[in-house]
């Protein structure tokens, strides 16, 4: 019969599985010390951030909120109102000196009335001013507050970057570690499948031929019964390996019919007695003892058997 245990897989295929799982496992361990480079540089940069940065924006961004007060308003106003004012002065004596020069009293009609319309454009002038620097200081706030915006927007990002290559590096050393392991599992049942194959194909065989004798004992019943004890026996003998195995190889087998008023005139399979006789040794060259037919083809099955056996094991 055939080999009742299943073929056992290639050393050399293992051994290939075996170095793509140790590949994998490599490339995991060489992303993992990636990551906690990366891991590091995260810790830095939030540190460096909490530490240095923060109080510095928090300084930025309350400078923003609180730029445009009252006091600031008023202060740069009233600057902005003195100059206004200082300007006026000097404007107006230029005018008061031409007057004088020009032969004008300056106490008379023309340089009060000249006075009064200066001090009238000065008296605008000081009110533009004041609303220019209420507005130049309201936009400096807007572009403070602005720029908090904008800062806080990027708050933690060379982190974050960080932090995105130690799971990037992670990532990858787990993918390569999970290709390796599928691709040893791959390769090693891609071996174990095609020697199951082969394996199921011997005993496939095995059975089609223990069911061909079993068809023919079926067949002739009861008078294919025979005495076999061990106990009634005697003159054992074991015979030779592969002797039986040659036996059968000579002996054709091939489909025939029986002659008109031979046998049961039915089509059947099987060799000629005279071949099995040549082969063999035994029977009278008319008929086939079935019982040697059945031992010669039961021991040519142990002797596949080994031969199978033996190859399985040298391919280990």
């Known amino acids: 019969m055939g080999n009742n245990s299943s073929p ?5 295929m293992g051994e290939a599985a075996k170095m793509s799982a140790e590949t994998g496992q490599q490339m995991l361990e060489f992303m993992k010390s990636q990551a906690s480079i990366t891991n590091e540089w995260a810790a830095d940069d939030r540190a460096r951030d909490i530490n240095t940065f923060r109080p510095l924006q928090d300084q930025f961004i309350k400078d923003a909120q609180t730029w445009a007060s009252p006091g600031r308003k008023a202060a740069k106003a009233s600057e902005a109102a003195s100059q206004v004012s ?4 000097l404007a107006q004596g230029q005018t008061d000196r031409q007057m004088m020069a020009m032969g004008v009293n300056p106490a008379s009609g023309a340089a009060l009335a000249s006075r009064r319309r200066a ?3 000065t008296a605008l002038a ?3 001013a004041i609303n220019l620097s209420n ?3 309201e936009a400096e706030a807007e572009a403070k507050k602005a720029n908090a915006i904008n800062m806080g927007s990027g708050l933690a990002v060379n982190p974050g970057t960080s932090m995105g290559l130690s799971n990037g590096a992670g990532q990858a050393g787990f993918s390569g570690a999970m290709q390796g392991y599928g691709q040893q599992a791959s ?15 011997d005993q496939a065989g095995s059975a089609g031929l223990l069911g061909a004798i079993g068809s023919i004992a079926g067949a002739y019943g009861p008078s294919l019964l025979a005495l076999s004890s061990k106990d009634a026996k005697t003159d054992k003998r074991p015979i030779p390996d592969g002797e039986a195995l040659g036996a059968i190889r000579k002996m054709p087998v091939e489909r025939w019919r029986y002659k008109e008023g031979m046998g049961d005139e039915g089509e059947h399979v099987g060799p000629y007695a005279q071949d099995f006789q040549a082969a063999t040794g035994k ?4 008929t086939i003892p079935l019982m040697e037919a059945i031992s010669v083809t039961m021991k040519a099955v142990q002797d596949l058997d080994k031969k199978i056996d033996g190859k399985l094991k040298k391919a280990a």
């Not at 056992?8 to 050399?12: T, Y």
């Not at 029977?283 to 008319?286: A, I, T, V």
């Open 187 to 201: 390769i090693l049942n891609q071996d174990y499948q095609a020697r199951m194959q082969s394996w199921q194909q």
């Open 8 to 12: 056992r897989p290639d050393p050399q």
């Open 283 to 286: 029977g009278d060259g008319q």
């Open 126 to 128: 000081r009110a533009g």
């Open 135 to 137: 507005r130049q200081i």
């Open 119 to 121: 001090s009238t454009d």
């Open 86 to 89: 200082l300007a006026s002065r």
